[in-house]
């Protein structure tokens, strides 16, 4: 079974601080992406990648940026994180061609104080 | 740009009895797929429906796609209190690789 593997389950930062998250995936998916997900808004969509080192803006990209140095880690990055960002942070892969759906991670509970 | 809107919101139902969950898009799609996601945890990928299929089931999941009406139904039958848990579609449109989700439904499965 494909395994996405979020680094931290509970993560509680100050703001301004800048925040790494870390995905990871073992099965040489070439797409990965990364979503929030807050009450009454749903999952959107805040960068995706179809290749190491490429990336691309999802729909809420702002305050956001992402790093794709190698093919199974796909990182979130808040440069300066603010009370906004608490969230819940998802993190998928996914194969490609034909389509088998998405492989989430477990999530990280981001808090912002 | 949210694709998929969940109908209902929230469901509640006994134990063995039959949830219907339903979902609507608004242009084109190559796929439309349900997750399921258990409280606080990921989501997880339930089945996928291409554009050209009408009916897929899975194990107790029966899922009816009708591009006509840019719908789709999610038959979860004889109901265990394991399925509680938020029901999410998802659709992928045409050039697209990244799945849009609505808002989901949350069904709770009473015992």
């Known amino acids: 079974d494909v395994k996405v593997t979020q680094s931290s389950r509970y993560l509680v930062k100050r703001t301004g601080e800048k925040v790494f998250l870390e995905c990871v995936q073992d099965m040489d998916h070439e797409n990965m992406f990364w979503y929030r997900q807050d009450p009454g808004l749903g999952l959107r969509l805040i960068y995706f990648s179809y290749d190491v080192k490429m990336k691309e803006k999802g729909d809420i990209p702002e305050g956001y940026s992402v790093s794709r140095e190698k093919k199974e880690r796909f990182s979130l990055i808040l440069e300066s994180a603010s009370t906004n960002q608490t969230s819940m942070y998802l993190c998928?892969?996914?194969?490609?061609?034909?389509?088998?759906?998405?492989?989430f991670g477990s999530g990280t509970r981001l808090t912002v104080v | 740009s949210q694709q998929g809107e969940e109908d209902p919101q929230a469901l509640s139902i006994q134990e063995g009895e039959n949830a219907t969950m339903n979902c609507s898009y608004k242009t084109s799609i190559n796929n439309l797929q349900w997750y399921r996601q258990n409280s606080g945890r990921g989501l997880v990928h339930l089945i996928l429906?291409?554009?050209?299929?009408r009916e897929k089931h899975s194990g107790r999941l029966r899922v009816t796609l009708d591009t006509s009406k840019k719908s789709s139904s999610l038959l979860i039958t004889a109901s265990r209190a394991a399925d509680t848990a938020s029901y999410f579609c998802a659709t992928v449109y045409p050039g697209a690789q990244k799945l849009v989700f609505g808002q989901g439904t949350r069904l709770t499965i009473n015992p």
């Open positions: 998928a892969s996914d194969g490609g061609r034909p389509p088998y759906g998405y492989t």
């Open positions: 429906i291409r554009s050209n299929e």
